[in-house]
Nanobody, 125 residues
Framework: QVLLAESGGGLVQAGGSLTLSCTAS????????LGWFRQAPGKEREFVAA????????YYAQSVEGRFTISRYNLKRMLYLQMNNLKPEDTAIYYC??????????????????WGQGTQVTVSS
């Protein structure tokens, strides 16, 4: 059973930084792509970043490219999202998920599963 739990969200001023953590249990991390999605009020959940299994290439949404960095440590069972130069439009609940999709579909929401409870990120202007 794939279990994921996010933490590390909070309130930060525009231009600030936060690091989100995702703790994994119940599965072999190296067998899955791991990623971050976010959902702002009134909007659909959207792709943010993904780390290709077993621990290689990173993929980013254009809106966060150059500001966010995804990293994974399979032996520690942890996934991270370092977020720098945060903007008010980054305000959302952030979720980590797992996927075994083809790389061509890695940005598609319906290819991901096993979401955690989410962690709120609020960026004030």
């Amino acid at each position: 059973q794939v279990l994921l739990a996010e933490s590390g969200g909070g309130l930060v001023q525009a231009g600030g930084s936060l690091t989100l953590s995702c703790t994994a249990s119940g599965f072999i991390m190296g067998n899955y792509h791991l990623g971050w999605f976010r959902q702002a009020p009134g909007k659909e959940r959207e792709f943010v970043a993904a780390s290709k299994r077993p621990g290689g290439t990173a993929y980013y949404a254009q809106s966060v490219e150059g500001r966010f960095t995804i990293s994974r440590y399979n032996l520690k069972r942890m996934l991270y999202l370092q977020m720098n130069n945060l903007k008010p439009e980054d305000t959302a609940i952030y979720y980590c998920g797992a996927s075994t999709a083809a790389i061509s579909a890695i940005r598609q929401l319906d290819m991901w599963h096993s979401w955690g409870q989410g962690t709120q990120v609020t960026v004030s202007s």
